[in-house]
C-alpha cells in the first residue's frame, strides 16, 4: 500500500524531476536577484550607470552574479532523481 515517486513510470520520474530541478532554481534565482537589487542596487554608482545609453548596468550585472552565486554555493537535488 506504499505509493508515491518509488512507484512511478521512469519517464514520469524523470519529467518530476526537471520541472522540481527548475521550479527550486527560479524560486532561488528569485530571490538571490532581490537580495542583490535591494542591497547592491541601491548604490548610486550601479543604481544611474547605463551601459550604451539605454540598459541599466545593474540588470546584466545581477545576473551574472546571481548565476554565479547559484553555481558556487547552491547544489539542487529533487525527490524524483532516479539513483
Given at each position: ?72 554555493f ?10
Open positions: 500500500m506504499y505509493s508515491g515517486a518509488a512507484n512511478m513510470n521512469p519517464k514520469q520520474k524523470k519529467i518530476l524531476h526537471y520541472i522540481s530541478v527548475t521550479g527550486t532554481f527560479m524560486f532561488i534565482y528569485g530571490v538571490i536577484y532581490m537580495i542583490l537589487r535591494y542591497t547592491v542596487g541601491l548604490i548610486p554608482f550601479i543604481k544611474n550607470t547605463l551601459l550604451f545609453g539605454v540598459f541599466p548596468l545593474e540588470i546584466p550585472l545581477f545576473i551574472v552574479s546571481t548565476l554565479l552565486i547559484i553555481r558556487k547552491i547544489r539542487f537535488s529533487s525527490p524524483y532523481r532516479q539513483e
